[in-house]
């Protein structure tokens, strides 16, 4: 038994080395302890703890049992004594020593794993930062590109705006041509208007002065 003790606390031992000390083993050993905490392993590893625990408090009492033996005997030394009272002292470090060194190593695989986890937390936001970082250099080109728009349709409004203003103007200039040439059309047409007028006068003196120089050749011939 006591060879298993030592072989159980030797691989212990290893173990934790290669937990402490960043090489190609530890993926591996740290993949074994991942299998081991789940399913079944959990309840077969606290079965052989409560085993060896059980053990050690046997080995304990046993060792109680031998100085309760001696002082009875009034402090004889039997060799017999001795040699189980070494036998059960050096059985409960060990057991005692697996138990400590069980429990290092479920801790440090723990505190791996939680390492592990808080790193891929840590890659996964720094993505985000450089992901919100590419988004807020696209935004402020998408900004730059929207502003050079914006300025080169300033430039275009204020473009349309001066040749709206040029239309208008020649708009009014035409305007104005327009009805300085309907009051000019206006005056003709009155011009015309008086002309006919005195055209038509003309006509009936002129057919009056005819009728008066007919009608005194009428009476002459008489």
Do not use: C, W
């Not at 740290?30 to 409560?50: C, E, H, N, S, Y």
């Not at 001795?82 to 409960?92: D, I, R």
């Amino acid at each position: 038994m006591i060879h298993l003790l030592f072989t159980l606390i030797f691989s212990e031992a290893g173990m934790i080395a290669l937990l402490l000390f960043k090489t190609p083993l530890r993926k591996l050993v740290i993949m074994g302890l991942d299998r081991l905490k789940r399913g079944r392993g959990p309840l077969i590893v606290k079965t052989v703890a409560g085993t060896i625990l059980v053990v050690l408090l046997s080995s304990v009492y046993s060792m109680i049992k031998i100085q309760k033996h001696e002082i009875e005997d009034g402090g004889s030394v039997n060799p017999t004594d001795q040699v189980l009272m070494a036998k059960h002292l050096l059985e409960a470090t060990l057991m005692g020593g697996i138990l400590f060194l069980a429990l290092m190593i479920d801790r440090l695989h723990h505190y791996i794993r939680e390492l592990r986890i808080r790193r891929k937390g840590m890659e996964a936001v720094k993505k985000q930062t450089r992901g919100s970082e590419d988004g807020k250099f696209t935004f402020s080109e998408e900004m730059k590109a929207v502003e050079e728009e914006r300025a080169r349709l300033r430039a275009e409004l204020r473009r349309l705006e001066s040749e709206l203003q040029s239309k208008t103007k020649d708009a009014d200039i035409a305007e104005a041509n327009v009805s300085a040439l309907r009051k000019q059309s206006e005056g003709f047409l009155l011009e015309y208007d008086r002309l006919l007028e005195e055209n038509q006068n003309l006509r009936s003196q002129l057919q009056s002065l005819d009728r008066k120089l007919s009608h005194s050749g009428s009476k002459k011939n008489m």
